[in-house]
DNA sequence: CACTATTTGTCCGTATGTATG
DNA sequence: TCATACATACGGACAAATAGT
C-alpha cells in the first residue's frame, strides 16, 4: 500500500493514524553544511519564516514543539528555542508556555501581484521605472564561464559591471552584467547606473535579436544578501541569459538575482496538438514579471 | 572609472556619492557588529574567491597582501590571514612566505547540460521516463490557498498526493497536486504512483487547455530535503501551476520543487517590434527543461 | 482534587569558534 | 603567541502553566 512518510503535517481532523509504526531513525538531517557558516538557529528561523508564509500552519496555526525540532532536525532544544525566538521577536508567532508557539501573522490576503504588464524581462520598462546604483564596473579578462556564454576566447577583455536595481526604493534585483570590451567601451559607468544596458547596447547600434536563459535558485551570499536586504542563507531567484544581436553573436551576459517575495516569474501555456502527442506551449502575451509587493521587513 | 568595490555598506543613509578617483577604499564592511551572523573571515573568503573566479587576479594570479585585506576591509590582520588560509585550504591559492598569496586555479570544464527535448515542462514524457514514489494521498478540505488556486469554495474536498519523481534512480522533484474531490476519484492511488497526474486527467475526459505557472525560489525544509536528497535549507527552485480544461476551470494545482542542480528552467526568447516599443518574445519550440548532470557536490 | 503529559521559561556548566588587541 | 570577550551549540536539570484523565 501507500507509505506515508508524513512527518509535519498540518494539523488536520480525521485519517490520522496515530504514530504509523515507520519511527523513521533518520536523525540526520543535514543542515547548512553546503559553506555557508550561518548559525543553525538562524538556518532553522529562515525555514520556519518560509513555511509560515507558505501557510503550512495555516489550521490553528500551531508550530511543532521545541522538542519536535529538536528531534526533526537534530540539534538541541536551546538552538530549537532560539529559533522560534527568533520568530517570536519579529512578531510572526506568539509563544506561550505550555501552550506552544502559534502563528500570529496574516499574509495580506491576497499576496497582491501587481502586473507590469509588457513582455517577459521587459528591461526597457523596468528599467525607466525604477533607479539602479552602481556598485562595480571594471575591465577584466573573461573567465572561462564567461567567455563560452559570450563565446570569446577565454582571457579576452570583457567589462563587467555590477549593479542593483530598486523599484519604489526598495532593492529589488542584484545584476551582474558581462559585455565585450568593444561593446563597453562605447558607454559609460555613469549611463550604466542610469540606463538600461539593453537599451545603451541598441543605442551603440546593437540589433538585439534573441536571448536564451536559465532559471535557477540558488542561496543568498552575505554580499548579496546585503543588496538585497535580506537574510544570508535565505534562497534566491536566479537568471542568467545570454543575449545575441540579429546575426546570433553574443553581445550580453547577466545574471540576476531576485528576492522570491519580490519577483516571480509567471507565464501562460496553451495544451496543442503536437506531432506525436499533445504539449504544451507557451502564450506569448501572456509571459510576463510579475512583482510582488514587499508583505513587511 | 569606478573603483572596485564588491564590498556595500548597511543600509547607511547619505553619502549617495561615491568618491570619483579617490584612493580611499571606500570599503569597510558594516559588520562585525550585531547584524550579521557570518563569521567575518567566512564573508571575505567568499567575495575573494568569486573574484579569482571571475579572473580579477587573472594576469599574475597575485592577490592582495594581508596588509591590504586588513585595511580594505577594516578587520584585523588574523582575520584577513585566515580568510586567505581557507583560500589556500581548499587548493584555490597558493601562499608563499615572503612571496604573497597567488591563484592556482583552473575551473572545471563547464557542467554538461543533457538536454531532455521538448517542450515546457514536458510531463508526459518525463513521466514515462521517470519513476515515482507516492508519500501521501489523502482526501482533505482546502485551504484557503488552494481553494483560491482551484477556483473553489474554501473547505470543500480536494485530493492531495505527494510524490517525489525520480530520474535514473536519483530523486529529482517533489510534486505536491490538488485535485477536486469529484476528479480525483477516478483513479486511485497506485496509478498516480505509476502516471503522470496530467494523462490520468485525460484519461477522464478532462480535455486540458491551458496552464499558468509562477517560478520562484524557496528554501527546503527537513522533509522535502529527506525526499530530494538534500540538506535542509538549501536553494530549491519552486514551480506552482494551474491547470485548466478547455472552459477554464481549474483542474489541478500543483506546486512542484527541484533541486537547482539536477533541474533548470531554459528558454529562448526573440526580440520583437511592438506596439510602442521592441520586446521580448518566448520562442514556442525552444522552451524546454534541461537536466544538468550534476556537476559536483 | 490529584496525577500525568506537554510545552515553554530559566538556569547551570562546558566546549568550540570567532575576533580583537 | 597570549589573554580576553563574545557568540554559538550542546546537555542536563528544574520550574511553571496548561490540558486531559
Redesign the pocket.
Known sequence: MVQIASIQRAPEMGSETPHAGSNEPQSSIQLGSQGL?T????QIYLILKEQIKDGVYGADGR?P????LTERF??????A?RA??ELASEGLVV???????RVIYQPPSAPIASSIEGMLENLIAMGLETTAKLLDFVYLPASDTVAEALEIESGAEVQRAVRVRYLDGVPFSHLTTYVPSALGRQFTAEELSSFPLLSLLERCGVDVGSASQTITATLADHVVAQCLDADAGSALMKISRVVRDQTGTPVEFITALYRPDRYQYRMSLSRVQGETAKRWSADDNAARTDTLKAAQT
Chains 1, 2 share one sequence.
Open positions: 557558516k548559525p543553525l538557529y538562524h508550530l514543539s521545541e522538542q519536535d537534530g540539534v538541541s532544544r536551546i538552538t528555542k522560534m525566538d509563544r506561550e508556555r505550555a501552550r506552544g508557539t
